[in-house]
């Protein structure tokens, strides 16, 4: 089976934690602090999952971030 790719995106100064929590299941090829990197990386990469951290989603620039997601690039994502 091959291994999924995912990404990890975070805002704010949390990702050691975040990565650490996720590392243990999967294998984390690529974390982000930047909205136009994460949707540059995704549009390059073509990740399996994208997590993100909640507090984000709770924020309009998440929710449109999110919304652009799904919309353009399919691709499912999991709030952490």
């Not at 243990?24 to 995704?42: D, P």
């Not at 990740?47 to 924020?59: E, M, R």
């Amino acid at each position: 089976m091959a291994e999924s790719k995912v990404m990890l995106f975070e805002a704010d100064d949390k990702m050691g934690i975040l990565f650490m929590l996720i590392s243990e299941r999967y294998k984390v090829y690529s974390y982000i602090m930047n909205k136009i990197e994460l949707l540059l990386e995704i549009k390059t990469n073509k990740p399996d999952i994208v997590f993100l951290d909640s507090d984000l989603y709770a924020k309009i620039d998440g929710i449109e971030t999110t919304q652009v997601i799904r919309c353009q690039y399919d691709v499912p994502i999991y709030y952490i």
